[in-house]
């Protein structure tokens, strides 16, 4: 079980909302959503007045694209330096339900998507009173509190030692982010061009005696023991550096992926789509790395075959607060450890698995990969 607890600031002290108004006015001409579900949302917003009461706000990318719509109450400061896709989440979901017309619409929509809501406060009876008058309270100073647990997730918030408000709702990417598989699959890509990667060296008091002069850090496993976060690095005149070197051949291959450092390596990339199809395409290694780990996703290697030529293995990159996985099966020649400029790494990815199907996944596809 993990928790997260943060006090939430007034509604009337945030500043630097990007966009906080009544009833928005919208250019369909000029503006775009990053996904069909916001898209939804864009367009009612254009042809009702059931929000105009409402703080709503519309958040867009670097690239002018809206990625969030909803109902403003949570401090822009909080959302951005905490890592967790949750408040966005509930915001827009608040004016998903909102939007809707009738009680049994909104009855309707949390049976089918497995969501809870109520308070010791407010009743509930009606959905769109019980939300309304919980918006209101968000004037308030209040506290938060996020528990994941049996792949549910369950916020509280809370308002004199009792719920505000208690929702629950699936571990499930879909739900949270709101893209289906398809757009999720064909967002990966150009998200990846648009990533700036950077080295990461680790800190000394991360690092744990491995031998002699070398040391390692991230010591955890995924499911196998085969399955390692390991990454491993040479001390020498108080300069840190991975191991990277064919005397240390098992250490070098899970460096390639675990540790986060540029080597100029280019990886010939064929991302498995919905529907039997592929798209291929030639990426930094140390740029798909590092855009993974900006996915908040955590990185787990298994060397599965290597001889005196080639190596072969998995890594899993699994992103556990939205309950999905991307699974890479990688081939390259053993030259490449030390010379990396001289070779790619052959890589066949699967992305976006539900982590509870990923066993299956990964028994079926093992052995398929040349």
């Known amino acids: 079980m993990k928790s997260i ?45 059931q929000t105009e009461h409402l703080p709503i706000v519309i958040n867009k990318n670097p690239q002018g694209i809206i990625d969030h719509i909803g109902i403003k109450l949570f401090d822009k400061g909080l959302i951005l330096t905490q890592v967790t896709p949750i408040y966005r989440f ?25 969501i809870k809501i109520d308070s010791d406060i407010h009743s ?37 030692n009792k719920n505000l408000l208690k929702m629950s709702f699936p571990v499930r990417y879909e739900l949270i982010d709101g893209y289906s598989k398809i757009e999720a699959e064909s967002s990966f890509y150009p998200n990846l061009l648009m990533h700036q990667a950077k080295n990461h060296l680790p800190f000394e008091e991360e690092m744990f005696v491995y031998k002699d002069s070398f040391y390692y850090i991230n010591n955890d496993f995924y499911l196998t023991e085969d399955f390692i976060s390991t990454s491993f690095y040479e001390k020498n005149e108080e300069k840190i550096s991975p191991i990277f070197s064919e005397d240390m051949l098992m250490e070098s291959v899970y460096n ?42 955590d990185l787990y290697t298994a060397i599965q075959k290597y001889d005196k030529t080639t190596i072969e293995g998995v890594v899993m990159a699994i ?6 996985q991307h699974m890479f099966l990688f081939s390259f020649p053993k030259d490449l450890i030390n010379h990396p400029q001289k070779h790619q790494i052959k890589m066949k990815m699967y992305a976006y698995i539900p982590i509870h199907n990923v066993s299956s996944l990964f028994e079926s596809k093992k052995t398929t990969f040349k």
């Open 319 to 324: 992103n556990s607060d939205l309950g999905y």
């Open 5 to 49: 607890y943060h006090k939430l600031i007034a509604l009337s002290s945030i500043c630097g909302i990007i966009c906080l108004f009544m009833i928005p006015t919208v250019s369909h001409a000029q503006s775009k959503c990053s996904n069909q579900r916001l898209t939804d949302i864009y367009e009612q917003l254009d042809q009702t007045k």
């Open 124 to 160: 509930m009876v009606s959905i769109k009173e019980g939300l309304q008058n919980i918006i209101d309270d968000f004037s308030l100073d209040q506290s938060v509190h996020i528990i994941c647990h049996n792949n549910r997730y369950i916020v509280s918030f809370m308002k004199s």
């Open 256 to 297: 390639l992926f675990n540790a986060q450092y540029d080597r100029n390596i280019e990886a010939e990339l064929t991302q498995n789509m919905y529907g039997e199809k592929n798209l291929s395409y030639h990426i930094p290694l140390a740029k798909l790395i590092d855009f993974l780990h900006q996915e908040n996703c």
């Open 90 to 114: 509930i915001e827009r979901y608040f004016l998903e339900l909102l939007l809707l017309s009738s009680q049994q619409e909104i009855m309707n929509k949390m049976k089918i998507e497995r």
